[in-house]
């Protein structure tokens, strides 16, 4: 078996679970490490760059339409665009900059695309994501009034060995919303993710191997 399908299969097995879905984190990685994934019928990818992303799935996504692509990283306004038209998931909406953006360009191509508000979970400076306290009104806006389909919230919590405590954080923000979906847990932290109700998580170096 190929070693990327055998690590795959191995992640499957520890969540155990058809709900939660395996985004296989692809950026940095190559064509030859993504075919065999696809070829073995795994249909959710993730990048964090537009532009790597465009030069790696425009073609295949067209051979491939059933395919799944999820931008995981920061958006750039400027890159806001071209994320419309490649990807299927945004799991890092974090401003109403951005928000406005995206909904204008969704109705300019007549595409909609599913998405994650990234919240900062640990209120950490250097990072991502909306503040807690603003979370409702920004939820609110997208919803109400750009008409933007918010399936769930993201977060990268801080790395201090409190993992539980941030998701389970993230697990009562997003029941308090009414949401279905939750983006959290990598190759580091999934498996405490799925204990705090995870539908998604994102995982790069356990399935391709490290990056260089």
Not at 19 to 37: Q, R
Request: aromatic share 8%; proline share 3%.
């Amino acid at each position: 078996m190929n070693p990327i399908i055998s690590k795959f299969e191995n992640i499957k097995s520890l969540i155990n679970n058809s709900n939660v879905k395996i985004i296989a984190v692809s950026k940095t990685f190559p064509h030859e490490s993504i075919i065999p994934l696809i070829e073995h019928g795994h249909l959710h990818f993730g990048e964090n760059k537009v532009q790597e992303a465009q030069s790696k799935w425009t073609d295949l996504k067209k051979t491939k339409p059933n395919i799944n692509l999820h931008m995981i990283g920061k958006l750039q306004s400027n890159k806001a665009k071209d994320a419309v038209k490649l990807f299927d998931f945004i799991h890092s909406l974090d401003n109403q900059k951005l928000a406005n953006i995206l909904a204008k360009q969704e109705n300019i191509i007549n595409k909609k695309l599913k998405y994650f508000i990234q919240v900062n979970i640990g209120n950490e400076k250097q990072k991502s994501g909306i503040s807690i306290n603003l979370l409702d009104d920004f939820y609110y806006y997208c919803v109400k009034e750009l008409k933007i389909n918010i399936i769930g919230l993201m977060a990268i919590p801080p790395d201090d060995n409190k993992a539980d405590d941030y998701f389970k954080k993230l697990m009562e923000l997003n029941k308090l919303l009414g949401l279905n979906e939750l983006s959290m847990g990598m190759s580091s932290d999934f498996k405490v993710a799925l204990k705090y109700q995870t539908t998604f998580v994102r995982i790069g170096s356990s399935i391709f191997g490290s990056r260089s």
